[in-house]
């Protein structure tokens, strides 16, 4: 009898030092991500631009018309190409 009620007084101290342990490391996560996101803004001059994501204007082909991202287009094949590279 003994014997059960310590393997179970062990069970639930593993699993509270173990739920600990977890909610500890993900608030270290999200502190490191929250300084991560205040570094970045301090570096583009507190604007919401993500560095993931960036987006650009695109243009018209003036030889076929299809709309491209200029810093990487590709040529449509035409000889009056602007993009052939």
């Known amino acids: 009898m003994f014997g059960k009620i310590l393997l179970l007084?062990?069970?639930i101290g593993a699993v509270w030092f173990g739920w600990?342990?977890?909610n500890?490391?993900?608030a270290v996560g999200r502190e490191r991500l929250r300084e991560r996101e205040r570094e970045q803004k301090?570096?583009?001059g507190g604007t919401a631009q993500s560095s993931r994501v960036s987006a650009e204007d695109m243009e018209k082909c003036p030889e076929c018309g299809a709309y491209v991202a200029p810093?990487?287009?590709v040529s449509c094949g035409r000889p009056g190409c602007p993009y052939g590279r």
């Open 9 to 11: 007084a062990l069970v």
């Open 42 to 44: 301090r570096q583009t």
């Open 71 to 73: 810093h990487s287009a």
């Open 24 to 26: 500890r490391v993900g």
């Open 20 to 22: 600990r342990w977890y």
